[in-house]
């Protein structure tokens, strides 16, 4: 007996817009047109894509109690999709049949002026990403640092001049999130993925700016 499974995920092709900077009122006479405050916007295109998982079991898994089998083949489909899916919104290089990831985002969403240049990890490295996140009236919130666990290691071992640690990391009960801060300053959460590797090595923003439609 062979039992097969798989899952997938489809994005369907449109377009989505989006604000690139909000317009800005100012004082009018009372008979004055009023002012012109316009936001300025783009838009991206969103492909479609299919990721499945396919897994064949022998008969001796078979024999398994069906609750715990059941279980095992349906975690074990759910880890595939989303360990591909996890990378793909990363590295993904869009076009036909593929997910456009943050680091082949169109130029018109992430420009190539907002890239930062690291030689190595230093006490200044997350106030440089910090900071050069965003636009120029605030600090933006909610934001996440990507980066696989080499980098997180180094965050972690980086040293002052008395020896003291520099960054603190906390780690979160699922393994892969926690926090990288220091004792007088703010914490940034962090996740961590294994596509963090290639041209970029890491990557900073908003989680819940990247939508991804599926059915």
Same mark, same amino acid.
Not at 82 to 101: F, P, S, W, Y
Not at 102 to 107: D, G, L, R, S, Y
């Given at each position: 007996?062979?039992?097969?499974?798989?899952?997938?995920?489809?994005?369907?092709?449109?377009?989505?817009?989006?604000?690139?900077?909000?317009?800005?009122?100012?004082?009018?006479?009372?008979?004055?047109?009023?002012?012109?405050?316009?936001?300025?916007?783009?838009?991206?295109?969103?492909?479609?894509?299919?990721?499945?998982?396919?897994?064949?079991?022998?008969?001796?898994?078979? =024999?398994?109690?069906?609750? $715990?089998?059941? #279980?095992?083949?349906?975690? +074990?489909?759910?880890?595939? *999709?989303? %360990? =591909?899916?996890?990378?793909? $919104?990363?590295? #993904?290089?869009?076009?036909? +049949?593929?997910?456009?990831? *943050?680091? %082949?985002?169109?130029?018109?969403? $992430?420009?190539?002026?907002?890239?930062?240049?690291?030689?190595?990890?230093?006490?200044?490295?997350?106030?440089?990403?910090?900071?050069?996140?965003?636009?120029?009236?605030?600090?933006?919130?909610?934001?996440?640092?990507?980066?696989?666990?080499?980098?997180?290691?180094?965050?972690?071992?980086?040293?002052?001049?008395?020896?003291?640690?520099?960054?603190?990391?906390?780690?979160?009960?699922?393994?892969?999130?926690?926090?990288?801060?220091?004792?007088?300053?703010?914490?940034?959460?962090?996740?961590?993925?294994?596509?963090?590797?290639?041209?970029?090595?890491?990557?900073?923003?908003?989680?819940?700016?990247?939508?991804?439609?599926?059915?």
């Amino acid at each position: 007996m062979f039992l097969e499974a798989s899952h997938l995920l489809a994005v369907k092709h449109t377009k989505k817009g989006f604000v690139i900077e909000h317009g800005e009122g100012d004082y009018t006479a009372e008979t004055d047109d009023y002012e012109d405050a316009e936001p300025s916007t783009d838009f991206v295109n969103i492909g479609k894509a299919k990721i499945t998982s396919y897994c064949e079991l022998s008969d001796e898994a078979a =024999k398994l109690p069906d609750t $715990i089998y059941q #279980g095992m083949v349906r975690d +074990n489909m759910q880890i595939a *999709i989303r %360990k =591909k899916i996890a990378k793909q $919104i990363i590295v #993904g290089l869009g076009g036909a +049949n593929q997910i456009t990831g *943050i680091f %082949k985002a169109p130029v018109n969403v $992430i420009p190539l002026e907002s890239n930062i240049e690291i030689s190595v990890i230093d006490a200044e490295t997350m106030d440089k990403m910090v900071f050069g996140y965003g636009r120029s009236e605030n600090v933006e919130g909610g934001a996440y640092l990507f980066l696989n666990k080499e980098y997180l290691a180094a965050f972690a071992s980086l040293r002052d001049g008395l020896g003291k640690r520099v960054y603190n990391i906390t780690l979160d009960k699922n393994g892969n999130t926690g926090t990288i801060s220091s004792d007088s300053s703010y914490a940034v959460s962090y996740i961590i993925n294994i596509a963090c590797a290639c041209t970029y090595c890491m990557a900073y923003g908003k989680p819940a700016a990247y939508e991804m439609p599926y059915f």
